[in-house]
């Protein structure tokens, strides 16, 4: 910005080709960059927020998962104690069983040994002397006896085949409970392996569920801290463009006071030169490129070499050459008040100098064809504003 009091030359030259080349003020236009760096920063931040979301989600999904598994495996574990209970039941009543057939077989082998017994005793009875008497008559008492000593016999060994038979089918019975406890023991030894791998696995699942719940506590950290830098970043934000707002607002506002503060320049305004208006204030259709330019000011043309006017009283505070707008005149006319001349062929003042308003500053080139363009804009605040509604010229 050029201050009220004298300014090098140097600081004049930049800070009038700032102002023609520039659309923008110099901090709104840091303001801007900054802004649109820290909303590049804030989208960056949101989507490492959402992919840290997305991980959050899914370690919640495994842990669910997880989870499941573990109890899946508690309830197989404990269908598998309830089984090998049964198992355990089974083989008690088994022993039980087979304790009591073992005690049956003893006992009949006890009474195949009394039945042996009884059969050799009745044997002797029944033949007790018979060798001796071979040949010789018998008695009525001597044959009643061995009669009855052979019905016994009989009778013993029939008992004897009873018991014989009792005793096979217990000892098949007793072979058949060895086999099932056989079985049993068999079925629970593979039913303790599945319970060994399911506890096995179990375990597994509960270091791996201990796994994702640590992730997840790391991966919510994650999210929580993310979530308070994009609180900061959208506050920093908020208030850069609170600040860009501002600037916009006071700019607008200057540009709408600019011709009333112009209006307070003693002796008031006058046309810069002769001539007519050619180019308008604003942005404008080149038809030649076929593209939309701005202009900061208007273009009057005049008679060729015709002489340029300062606007009103005020202190020059450039002259020098500018690339694209030829030789360039800058005149103060208060605090923030400038006026710009260009497109000249020469100017007759020199910086320092004050000018009344009206007064010959400089002149246009000469041209071929009788006509030349004045270049002229007027900057309230640092804000461009149209000439027309200030100065009177001719369209």
């Not at 090998?84 to 195949?112: C, H, N, P, W, Y």
């Not at 305004?269 to 007519?276: N, R, S, V, Y």
């Not at 009206?358 to 504003?385: C, D, F, M, Q």
Request: hydrophobic share 40%; with cysteine.
């Amino acid at each position: 910005m050029i201050a009220v009091e004298r300014i090098p030359a140097v600081a004049a030259c930049l800070a009038a080709f700032a102002w023609l080349a520039l659309a923008t003020p110099v901090h709104a236009a840091d303001t801007l960059g900054k802004l649109r760096q820290e909303k590049a920063r804030l989208t960056e931040m949101k989507q490492k927020a959402e992919k840290a979301a997305a991980e959050l989600a899914e370690t919640l999904r495994r842990e669910k998962l997880s989870r499941n598994k573990v109890l899946d495996l508690e309830t197989r574990l404990a269908k598998q104690r309830k089984l090998i209970a049964r198992i355990d039941r089974k083989l008690s009543d088994l022993g039980t069983q087979m304790d009591r057939a073992e005690r049956e077989v003893r006992a009949l082998e006890e009474e195949q040994g009394k039945a042996r017994r009884g059969i050799s005793g009745a044997s002797l009875g029944a033949f007790a002397g018979y060798r001796d008497r071979i040949g010789a008559p018998a008695g009525a008492a001597e044959e009643r006896a061995r009669y009855f000593a052979r019905r016994l016999l009989l009778m013993e060994i029939d008992r004897y085949g009873r018991l014989s038979a009792d005793r096979e089918e217990k000892e098949r019975v007793l072979t058949g409970i060895e086999r099932r406890i056989e079985d049993s023991e068999r079925r629970m030894e593979e039913q303790r392996k599945v319970g060994e791998k399911l506890v096995s696995r179990q375990e597994k699942e509960r270091k791996r569920l201990a796994e994702i719940e640590r992730n997840k506590k790391e991966k919510a950290k994650e999210l929580r801290a993310l979530k308070a830098r994009i609180a900061r970043m959208e506050t920093l934000v908020s208030r850069i463009e609170r600040r860009v707002r501002e600037k916009e607002r006071r700019a607008k506002e200057s540009a709408r006071k600019g011709p009333n503060r112009f209006g307070a320049v003693v002796g008031g305004l006058a046309p810069p030169i002769e001539g007519k208006l050619v180019g308008r204030f604003g942005k404008q259709r080149d038809p030649v490129f076929d593209v939309t330019i701005e202009n900061r000011g208007v273009e009057i043309e005049a008679a060729s070499g015709a002489l340029v006017h300062a606007i009103g009283g005020g202190e020059v505070v450039f002259v020098g050459s500018v690339p694209g707008f030829g030789k360039v005149l800058i005149l103060q006319h208060g605090s923030g008040l400038f006026s710009v001349y260009g497109k000249a062929e020469d100017f007759s003042v020199k910086q320092g100098q004050s000018v009344a308003k009206g007064e010959a500053v400089g002149r246009l080139p000469a041209s071929p064809e009788g006509k030349s363009v004045l270049y002229l804009e007027l900057r309230a605040g640092g804000t461009a504003i149209d000439p027309v509604p200030v100065i009177p010229i001719p369209r």
